[in-house]
């Protein structure tokens, strides 16, 4: 199975308007945050859904360290997984998604929930808990928000689209489903995968992994 974007090429940076931070005149808010498009192609026989996942797993483990004031976030801080976008049941016909058709714009607190692509089901993304403890941001934040990575961050992070195909129409979910949800219902029922990844920073001195 293959994928592509025509958004931004594998391995590339991602441009600004599908993240959901960017820098302007030295400044760090929120950006157009529009989904990228993606194709993918090759599935195999027997594949009756698609579940799509967008994972950043450079995400710090130590989140009272983002954006604060004369600090820089070391390269070697241990990281873990943040979901950016968890969509399950995609219908098998459905095999392309275009660019801005799921996110146009940043919404404080998150968009309400919607169908994704061919009526398939959106979960919450991992901002709802990053941003939990914040009056004026906190809420569900379903489908995609993209990348914002601390801008006090020294490691260029990654963003890594996978789509999966499984074979089974309806996976085991809760309704208020995440991305761990979702990767820990897709278990047993995945027959191939296909993956693109870009890259993003808000800091000028960020370097990338090794």
Not at 44 to 68: H, M, V
Not at 176 to 202: I, K, P, Q, S
Request: proline share 11%; net charge negative; glycine share 12%.
């Amino acid at each position: 199975m293959q994928i592509r974007s025509d958004s931004f090429s594998n391995g590339s940076p991602i441009p600004a308007h599908f993240c959901a931070g960017q820098r302007s005149d030295g400044q760090v808010g929120f950006g157009p945050n529009r989904n990228p498009h993606l194709a993918w192609s090759g599935a195999p026989q027997g594949t009756r859904s698609f579940a799509l996942l967008c994972l950043d797993p450079d995400a710090p483990t130590r989140p009272e360290l983002a954006g604060k004031e004369g600090v820089q976030i070391p390269t070697d801080l241990p990281r873990t997984h943040f979901c950016h976008w968890a969509v399950a049941g995609i219908p098998v016909g459905v095999q392309e998604i275009a660019e801005g058709a799921f996110s146009d714009g940043v919404t404080p607190g998150g968009k309400p929930r919607a169908e994704g692509p061919g009526g398939s089901r959106q979960g919450l993304n991992d901002f709802t808990g990053w941003f939990a403890g914040d009056p004026d941001l906190a809420g569900d934040w379903w489908g995609y928000d993209g990348p914002f990575p601390p801008p006090n961050d020294l490691l260029v992070h990654r963003y890594f689209f996978r789509v999966f195909a499984l074979d089974t129409d309806a996976l085991e979910l809760p309704d208020r489903f995440t991305g761990a949800d979702l990767l820990r219902a897709m278990h047993g029922h995945v027959l191939a995968e296909a993956m693109v990844h870009g890259t993003y920073t808000l800091n000028p001195e960020a370097a990338p992994l090794p």
